[in-house]
């Protein structure tokens, strides 16, 4: 168990519609990271934020944003669904801002998302 | 630019035998190299990371080695084991917020 959790576990919707994914980073982390991993594929950052800022962002949608609330924890909206959004979306939690101090990013269990 | 290439794209070895995964990049700035690895349906966990004024790094089967001349990094697994069968992602760091990740390498190990 990392300490990041993530909820749903599961998400299965129909192509048009929105959801929300949440996340919770470890205690004392301040940066979040969004993650796509489609099918037999790589990790694609999707975006970063650290103590409610966004810091980076990488090949996000514009169907898609996100957010990270005073308590740190973080919400990633999926809107305008599309069968190749289907896809496990991690976040991840670090210390620092920058992965350059080699603080380790720890993933959370993921949420799979089925659009059908 | 912010682009690391990871080879082989799959790897087969017999137990006992050792694996190695190469990757490659071009950002200078670069200067946190660590690997996940990944089995299937969880989470990428790291397994070892290596900063660059450190040439290589060994945990007991598992070693990483750097050339930042080069620009490139490996994964030195050793006497492998059945539950070494995993996906292996290899990063980069520095210079950004973010970790720059390989394409991955599936490693299935025989017994």
């Known amino acids: 168990d990392s300490g990041v959790t993530q909820t749903p576990k599961h998400l299965i919707t129909a192509t048009g519609q929105r959801v929300t994914l949440r996340c919770s980073p470890r205690s004392g982390d301040l940066s979040v990271y969004w993650y796509q991993q489609s099918l037999d594929q790589g990790l694609q950052f999707l975006i970063q934020?650290?103590?409610?800022?966004?810091?980076a962002k990488g090949n996000i949608l514009e169907r898609f944003s996100a957010q990270q609330f005073p308590d740190l924890h973080s919400e990633l909206n999926l809107s305008s669904l599309e069968l190749g959004d289907s896809a496990l979306y991690f976040c991840?939690?670090?210390?620092?801002?920058?992965?350059?101090?080699?603080?380790?990013?720890?993933f959370g269990p993921g949420t799979r998302l089925t659009v059908l | 630019g912010e682009n690391v290439e990871q080879h082989p794209s799959t790897l087969s070895v017999q137990e006992g035998d050792s694996a190695v995964i190469k990757c490659t990049y071009s950002?200078?700035?670069?200067?946190?190299f660590p690997w996940y690895k990944q089995e299937l349906g969880k989470r990428p966990q790291l397994i070892i990371d290596i900063r660059s004024n450190v040439g290589e790094k060994k945990d007991q089967r598992i070693a990483v080695t750097l050339n930042k001349t080069a620009k490139h990094f490996s994964l030195h697994i050793t006497e492998t084991q059945p539950e070494d069968s995993a996906v292996y992602f290899c990063a980069l760091g520095g210079g950004y917020n973010k970790l720059i990740f390989g394409a991955g390498t599936r490693l299935a190990v025989h017994p």
């Open positions: 991840a939690s670090s210390v620092a801002v920058r992965a350059a101090r080699g603080d380790e990013q720890f």
């Open positions: 934020y650290y103590n409610g800022e966004e810091r």
């Open positions: 950002d200078s700035a670069s200067n946190y």
